[in-house]
Every structure is written in structure tokens, then in C-alpha cells.
């Protein structure tokens, strides 16, 4: 058995709360791998070493394309890179990339989905319009060309590829039943699914959609609104970027949602002259509705937020990733399967909480094994005790193992980089544990480094929220 994919979510490069990211003390993205992310790299190749080298896949939000301007995010994708596949020395990974957009990056999705129109256009056809979504299994054909043109940065890659896929895609294995399918989990969160809610309430419609086409094409438009490329607006970008700490305020997350309300009627009312207060039905106005969609998601999904750092799943949120892998995800395998597989594993991220289990949902013989990415950034000051990062493993016979990296320290101490499965009888996990075991050595300096810089960053974290807080002080005196 040997491990065929390694999937990585939420590193969120260009990010200066990012661990991953490589900064100066100026604040300038700096030249080369951080120490956090060589510490990494050297752990993965000592722990692969006498493999064949696996297929990164990069699970959404590998890139802060939401917070970040897209030169910081390309010179840190240029610092992994460097750290995966080092100018003369072995890579780590094969060639071929498959990146998965989430809600940070979808702005790559739309990307993808505009040369692919193009392409056809070349060719000759004319599409009846975009492709809202791609294909779960098989190798994705469209290219995610900002990143293949970051990849042309290092002469000695040529003949890498980045293939996209949205916003899933998956394994499968007819002999055994086996099917793993990976998703960024965004659409598990209610907060993007605004559209859908919105479209329910003016057409008295069930709120969640049947498919993957109808979820991405009524709510693909919210998320390029609410994130894709905000780090590129200038101060409304800038603003953006205190979501997370908005989350973690009711004050602050009720004016977050008042903000985004106002901006989007103003916008109606001065670029297509819709009057804001006109009826829709029962007496409801536009207003109404937009400010009610806007705190049903930013405003409640900040609530979720705030009260859900103790634990990994809430009971919205497992009804919600029921219906995702119970209704869209099942319609889907069986129009690419023509049957359910026997058994099936999910891994997604988003959620910043990494986590393995299993689940039962209506319509597959098994419990499907549920496998959570974290991430690599920090939400608040420090982490919380969920809060973390893993690293999913998958076989050539599709098990799955879950690479655990990091979670809140523990009265000062790091958990060791170990491996656990779903609760299920895995192979791959005792295999992986005896990798991991023999790598113990440079896992061992990877924690030590992840915890300094946890260390560091909470620090940071604590003198800006003080500097912030005797600002306002001096401000209301």
C-alpha cells in the first residue's frame, strides 16, 4: 500500500496570519520558504521517502485571494514552490497539480471558467454559456493558469500543470466500491448559500438545491461578492479583513452585515436605478429582503462562528453537510458512477477545525467517513482548542488517514504529529504511523517551530488588539 495523494486546504499563502507565509519584519513578503513551511516539507519527504512521489491536491484557499493583493499571494505560492519541488534537489510531489477553488480563491474558478469559454470559442464552438461546474471524477481539463504562470517562475518545473476542478472532485474504484470526494466546504456554511435562500423566499421554493449546478450558479455570484478578490480593493478590502474578529464580536458582526447591506442597495440605486424601498410581496421591500438575506448569512454566520470554537460540528452544521452529501453529492456519483459506492470518504476544510468520524446519511449502505483539513492560519489571538491543521492522506486502494499537524497547545505543549483514521478499519493509518514514527525526528522540529511562531503571532495579536482598544479610548475621551 502506498500513499497515492496528499491533500493540503486553508493555507491561505499571502496571508500575514498565515504560518505558511514567509514575512519580513516590514511586513514584505519575503524571498523562500518560511521556517514553518520547510520544517513541513522536510517532514512529508522524510515520512514519503521510498514512495512514488503522490499528487498534491490543494483543497481551496491555498491562496488569500479574499484578503490578499495577488502579488503577495503569488510571491508565497512562489515560497511553496521552492519548499515541494527545490531547484536541484528530489521533488516531493508529481507534476500535476489538482486545485479545488474555494471561497477565498474562487476568483480562480471564474478564471478557469472564462478560458474555457475561450478555448471553445478558438475551436471553433460556441458554448451555450460557462460551465458551472466540473466533472467529480477524472482528471479536470481546465488549467488554472495564474498558477501555471507562477510555475514559470522556476525554469527547472516546466512541463508542470495545475488542473482545476469545481467544486469537487474525486476517486473512485469499481472493484472495491471505494469513492473518496473532496470539496472545499464552503457549501456546507449557510452563509453562501445566501442566493438560494433568497430565490426560496420570493418563490416559496425549498431553500437548499437539488444539485450541484443550481448550488454553484445561483450562489457562485455571492461568494465573488463577499471574498474572491477582495485584497485587491483597496480600503474596502483592507475593511474586509477584520471578518474573522467581527465574528468574534455580536456588535461587530451586526454592523458587518449593516455594511454589506447598505453597499449592495446603494449600488443597486446608483448604478441600475432600482429604488431600494420598492415592494416585493407581503409588504416586503427590496431593503427588507437584502438585509434580512445579508444577516441571515453574515450576520447568523458570524453567530455560528462565535459560539462554535468549542467544538468541531454543531447540529446546523451536520444537518448541512447531510444534505450536501445526501442530496447534491448523491445525484452527482450516481450520474458519474450509475450506482452509489459501497464506501465512501469526504474531506473537506474551510471550517479552520480539523477532525475525523463518521457519519450516517440517507442513501449509502455505510457511514461515510468524514475527514476535516483545519488550517493554517490563526482566527483569533490564539488558537483555540480545536483549532488546527491536518494533512489527508489517501492509498492507491483510496483509504484515507489523517496526518494530524498541530492544535492548540496544551499547557504549553505541542500534541505530536501523528496519524488517525475515521474509526474505520484502515490500513493506511497503521502504515502511515509507522512513517510518521520513523520522521519523528523532523516532526518533532516541525512542532517545535509551529508552536515559536504560534507563540509569536499570538503576541502580535494581543499588542494590536490593545493598541486598538487605548485608540478608541483616546478617541471617545
Avoid at 497539480?97 to 471553433?124: E, K, T
Avoid at 468574534?248 to 452585515?257: E, K, R, T
Avoid at 450516517?360 to 455505510?366: F, K, M, Q, S
Amino acid at each position: 500500500m502506498s500513499i497515492r495523494h496528499v491533500i493540503l486546504s486553508d493555507l491561505h499563502l499571502g496571508a500575514r496570519d498565515s504560518l505558511l507565509t514567509h514575512v519580513h519584519g516590514n511586513g514584505a513578503i519575503a524571498d523562500g520558504p518560511s521556517e514553518v513551511l520547510a520544517a513541513f516539507a522536510n517532514g512529508l519527504r522524510e515520512t514519503l521517502a521510498g514512495q512514488a512521489k503522490p499528487q498534491l491536491v490543494l483543497l481551496g484557499d491555498a491562496l488569500d485571494l479574499g484578503l490578499s493583493p495577488f502579488g503577495d499571494v503569488s510571491r508565497s505560492f512562489l515560497q511553496l514552490l521552492d519548499a515541494f519541488y527545490p531547484v536541484g534537489g528530489p521533488d516531493l510531489f508529481d507534476r500535476e497539480i489538482i486545485y479545488i477553488a474555494g471561497n477565498h480563491d474562487h476568483h480562480l474558478w471564474r478564471m478557469a471558467q472564462d478560458h474555457g469559454f475561450i478555448s471553445a470559442l478558438q475551436n471553433g464552438a460556441i458554448p451555450g454559456d460557462l460551465d458551472a461546474v466540473t466533472n467529480i471524477f477524472g482528471t479536470p481539463s481546465l488549467h488554472c493558469r495564474l498558477v501555471e504562470s507562477l510555475i514559470a517562475h522556476r525554469p527547472h518545473l516546466q512541463g508542470a500543470s495545475v488542473r482545476m476542478a469545481y467544486p469537487n472532485w474525486g476517486l473512485s474504484d469499481s472493484a472495491s466500491g471505494r469513492a473518496v470526494v473532496m470539496h472545499h466546504g464552503h457549501y456546507l456554511d449557510g452563509m453562501y448559500r445566501a442566493l438560494s435562500n433568497m430565490r426560496a423566499f420570493l418563490g416559496d421554493s425549498e431553500p437548499l438545491p437539488g444539485t450541484m449546478r443550481q448550488l454553484e450558479q445561483e450562489n457562485g455570484p455571492w461568494i465573488d461578492f463577499l471574498w474572491s478578490d477582495l485584497g485587491s480593493a483597496g480600503d474596502i478590502g483592507s475593511e474586509a479583513g477584520s471578518l474573522y474578529e467581527a465574528m468574534l464580536s455580536a456588535g461587530a458582526s451586526h454592523d458587518l452585515a449593516e455594511s454589506i447591506a447598505r453597499r449592495i442597495t446603494g449600488g443597486l440605486h446608483a448604478k441600475l436605478g432600482i429604488n431600494p424601498a420598492m415592494p416585493l410581496k407581503y409588504g416586503v421591500t427590496l431593503d427588507n429582503m437584502i438585509r434580512a438575506a445579508v444577516d441571515l448569512t453574515a450576520g447568523r454566520a458570524a453567530e455560528r462562528q462565535r459560539y462554535g470554537y468549542g467544538q468541531v460540528l454543531g447540529e446546523a452544521e451536520i444537518d448541512d453537510l447531510c444534505w450536501y452529501l445526501g442530496t447534491p453529492l448523491a445525484r452527482e456519483l450516481q450520474n458519474e458512477l450509475a450506482a452509489m459506492p459501497r464506501e465512501l470518504s469526504f474531506i473537506f476544510g474551510h471550517t479552520h477545525k480539523p477532525f475525523q468520524d463518521e457519519l450516517l446519511v440517507d442513501g449509502y449502505e455505510v457511514p461515510v467517513g468524514i475527514f476535516n483539513t483545519g488550517g493554517w492560519v490563526l482566527d483569533e489571538p490564539t488558537l483555540m482548542p480545536v483549532q488546527g491543521c491536518a494533512a489527508m492522506l489517501v492509498s492507491d486502494e483510496l483509504e484515507v488517514a489523517s496526518l494530524r499537524l498541530f492544535n492548540d497547545p496544551t499547557d504549553g505543549e505541542m500534541v505530536p504529529v501523528h496519524v488517525e483514521g475515521s474509526g474505520r478499519l484502515n490500513c493506511l493509518a497503521a502504515t502511515a504511523a509507522e512513517a510518521v514514527e520513523r520522521a519523528s525526528t523532523h516532526w518533532a522540529d516541525f512542532s517545535r517551530i509551529v508552536h515559536a511562531r504560534i507563540v509569536e503571532e499570538a503576541d502580535k495579536r494581543v499588542r494590536q488588539m490593545l493598541d486598538r482598544s487605548n485608540t478608541e479610548r483616546r478617541e471617545a475621551a
